[in-house]
C-alpha cells in the first residue's frame, strides 16, 4: 500500500492512498503501529505532504560501496551515525532554501532509502529487525558541504539540519510491498540531468543490520525515519564539484517507490 499524508482543500490534514487521477486519494485511517485501511472515502484536490512527522531522524554516513570509493573513504567498521533535526522535514514539490544567515554555497544532494518504523524498537536482533519497519520512502539528505567539512570541526549535524534539508516523500510504501530492500534502483536527476544511478545492493550495512545497531541499548520511537546512505555521484565528487543554485530542480527517484521532487529557492 502507498501511503501519503495531504491536506484538502479546506486545510485539513489527511493519510490517503493516491489512485491514478493526481490530487485524488482514497482517504485511510489508522496508525503506523496499527496499520492504515480504507475508510471509503474520497478526498479530492488533495496536496502531497511530506508523508510523516517523525519523532527523530537517524542517518548514515558512507554506507555505498561505490560512494566510500569516489570520497576515497574506507570502509567503516560500524555504521556512521548522526541526526538531522525533525525541522528539516519537507514535502514533495516545497522549496530546498539556500542558508543565508549561516551562509553555504556548497550545498549537495543525497538520494536516500528512508526507513519508517511502526513502532519503538530497542535491542532488535537482526532476525526480527524487520518486523519493526512500517515501510520506505525516498529522502534527499541535503547537505552543506562547506559546513561539514570545514566550518564545523568535522560534526555533520549542522551542515545536514538547516530547515528544508530533508525532503521526504512522495509516500510511504509498506513494508510487505518491498520485501527485498537490498535491490532496489536509486537516483537522483538535477534539472532533468543525471547524477546519481545505482541500487540499494551496494548499501554495506543493510537495513536488518541499520536497526539492530542503532537499537542496541536505545530506544528508536516509532514513526522514526531512518536515512540508510547515499550511492556514488554526489555533487562535491565531481570535477568540478556541481552545487545546487536557486532555480534548480532536484528529483530522487527509488525503484517500487516513486519520485521525490523539489525546486531549489533562495534563503530568506
Not at 55 to 83: C, K, Q, S
Not at 175 to 198: C, F, K, W, Y
Request: aromatic share 6%; glycine share 10%; charged share 20%.
Amino acid at each position: 500500500m502507498r501511503i501519503a499524508r495531504i491536506a484538502d482543500s479546506g486545510g485539513g490534514i489527511h493519510h490517503g492512498a493516491p489512485t491514478d487521477t493526481p490530487s485524488l486519494f482514497r482517504e485511510l485511517h489508522g496508525t503506523w503501529a496499527s496499520g492504515f485501511t480504507a475508510t471509503g472515502r474520497m478526498i479530492e484536490g488533495g496536496r502531497l505532504l511530506a508523508p510523516l512527522s517523525p519523532p527523530a531522524i537517524y542517518a548514515i554516513g558512507l554506507n555505498y560501496r561505490d560512494h566510500a570509493a569516489e570520497t576515497g573513504a574506507p570502509l567503516p567498521d560500524f555504521p556512521v551515525v548522526f541526526m538531522k533535526s525533525i525541522r528539516s522535514v519537507i514535502g514533495p514539490g516545497e522549496p530546498i532554501r539556500m542558508p543565508r544567515r549561516l551562509r553555504s554555497d556548497e550545498v549537495d544532494f543525497e538520494a536516500e532509502l528512508a526507513v519508517v518504523l511502526s513502532r519503538d524498537c530497542r535491542n532488535a536482533a537482526r532476525a526480527e529487525a524487520m518486523d519493526f519497519v512500517a515501510g520506505f520512502t525516498c529522502a534527499n539528505d541535503v547537505s552543506a558541504r562547506d559546513w561539514q567539512l570545514r566550518r564545523s570541526g568535522r560534526q555533520w549535524c549542522r551542515a545536514k539540519s538547516f530547515d528544508t534539508f530533508c525532503p521526504l516523500g512522495p509516500w510511504v510504501v509498506t513494508a510487505d510491498e518491498l520485501p527485498d530492500p537490498l535491490h532496489l534502483g536509486i537516483s537522483t536527476h538535477v534539472n532533468n540531468r543525471p547524477m546519481q544511478e545505482s541500487d540499494t545492493s551496494q548499501m554495506i550495512f543493510d537495513v536488518p543490520a541499520l536497526l539492530e545497531f542503532l537499537s542496541a541499548d536505545t530506544t528508536l520511537p516509532g514513526g522514526s525515519v531512518i536515512l540508510t546512505g547515499t550511492p556514488h555521484g554526489v555533487g562535491m565528487a565531481r570535477k568540478p564539484p556541481v552545487w545546487l543554485h536557486p532555480g534548480d530542480t532536484v528529483a530522487i527517484r527509488i525503484a517500487g517507490i516513486g519520485t521525490l521532487e523539489n525546486p531549489v529557492a533562495e534563503g530568506d
